[in-house]
């Protein structure tokens, strides 16, 4: 299967069940919605129980998922998920895959034995089931995270240098990065 094919399939997957849980939100009224045993089986059979596993566990861990939201229009445009290690967070943008961690680089990009990392993964579910902290950030601050994003990612020799992670941040100010690995 080309990654083309597969993200085709991954898209329209997390397409239609962000359409299921919205719907059952509203029906029972709730802020979060967990998934049904459907959607935990077609997620399995895309990424494996480990991968999934070890998602969820992030989704639904002690440490939040920040979502970094436009305060003009609430588009969240940055998620910041957490490592591994205590304190420290990866950057994810919404709809890209890509992690600086090291996993992402190791079996995604070197050994391409799995579609993508636990943070992206991570991300992708706290946003459909809404469970993330939202902090609101004005647009020119949010494009200067993901400038500096960007720019770190390459001064690092990006997704072949030593990742970029960094200490969690207060809830309003915009974090700091330095190398750190997952």
Not at 11 to 26: E, G, K, M, P, Y
Not at 128 to 155: G, M, T, W, Y
Request: glycine letters at 8%.
């Amino acid at each position: 299967m080309s990654s083309f094919t597969l993200f085709d399939t991954v898209d329209s997957l997390f397409a239609r069940i962000n359409q299921s849980v919205r719907a059952n939100q509203q029906q029972a009224g709730l802020e979060s919605a967990d998934l049904d045993k459907t959607h935990l089986l077609e997620l399995e059979s895309l990424f494996g129980q480990a991968l999934l596993s070890r998602a969820i566990g992030i989704v639904y861990g002690k440490q939040p998922i920040t979502a970094y939201c436009t305060t003009d229009d609430s588009q969240c445009g940055l998620l910041e998920v957490p490592g591994s290690k205590y304190g420290t967070v990866y950057k994810v943008f919404p709809g890209i895959n890509f992690c600086a961690c090291e996993s992402f680089r190791d079996w995604l990009l070197k050994q391409r034995r799995q579609p993508t990392c636990k943070h992206v993964l991570a991300a992708r579910l706290a946003l459909i089931l809404n469970r993330k902290k939202d902090v609101p950030l004005a647009c020119d601050s949010l494009h200067q995270l993901k400038q500096q994003f960007v720019e770190d990612c390459l001064s690092l020799g990006g997704a072949g240098g030593s990742g970029v992670a960094h200490q969690q941040p207060s809830s309003t100010s915009p974090p700091t990065t330095t190398p750190h690995s997952n």
